[in-house]
T-cell receptor, first 114, second 117 residues
């Protein structure tokens, strides 16, 4: 069975400081992992995805995530937060073999202070 | 190019009425997904189509929910006898790859905001 846990419901950072959004997953198979961002009143936008290639994945807007199988983690980071990064972020795991299931985390709301 | 579109963007209905939500996927995308995002909740997977076929309907919350896809393109999510707990944003996504493909990426529409009074 698959599951995904976003460890923080809210994260608050100051502009220019690093961002860390934490995600842990469990999967019986080799999973595909994604981070999506949702700005207020907007649809979901793909930030980045991991599909068993490089463990460090670079995405849009300066975000990156590292797949750590030993820790079953896929944390999202950015070296320097910008005001426009304020949004909700979803970690997603998808079963890559056999039956299909996509599981979304509960989301982490990122606040960026000036 | 054109992305996933959904209509209506907003729908207000009375309890007990039926509603139809429409999704137009990106042209050529074979896979189509429906999700629900309730207030304060994460995203809940409802159903997916590969072509016109929906192999797994277990994510639908109740038998009042149904979905179909015709011509491998447009999909309709129907909610019969709506209840207040059906109020949510209903999101549609499409993908050029079949579900389970390691290269799969889903592209989301803007959603339909449903309010049941």
């Amino acid at each position: 069975a698959q599951s995904v846990t976003q460890l923080d419901s809210h994260v608050s950072v100051s502009e220019g400081t690093p961002v860390l959004l934490r995600c842990n997953y469990s999967s019986s198979y080799s999973p595909s992992l994604f981070w999506y961002v949702q700005h207020p009143n907007k649809g979901l936008q793909l930030l980045l995805k991991y599909t068993s290639a490089a463990t460090l994945v670079k995405g849009i807007n300066g975000f990156e995530a590292e797949f750590k199988k030993s820790e079953t983690s896929f944390h999202l980071t950015k070296p320097s937060a910008h005001m426009s990064d304020a949004a909700e972020y979803f970690c997603v795991v998808s079963d890559g073999t056999g039956g299909f299931k996509t599981i979304f985390g509960a989301g982490t709301r990122l606040f960026v202070k000036a | 190019g054109a992305g996933v579109s959904q209509s209506p963007s907003n729908k207000v209905t009375e309890k007990g009425k039926d509603v139809e939500l429409r999704c137009d996927p990106i042209s050529g995308h074979t896979a189509l997904y429906w999700y629900r995002q309730s207030l304060g909740q994460g995203l809940e997977f409802l159903i997916y189509f590969q072509g016109n076929s929906a192999p797994d309907k277990s994510g639908l919350p109740s038998d009042r929910f149904s979905a179909e896809r015709t011509g491998g393109s447009v999909s309709t999510l129907t909610i019969q006898r709506t209840q207040q707990e059906d109020s949510a944003v209903y999101l549609c996504a499409s993908s050029p790859r079949p579900p389970g493909d390691q290269r799969e990426t889903q592209y989301f529409g803007p959603g339909t905001r449903l309010l049941v009074l």
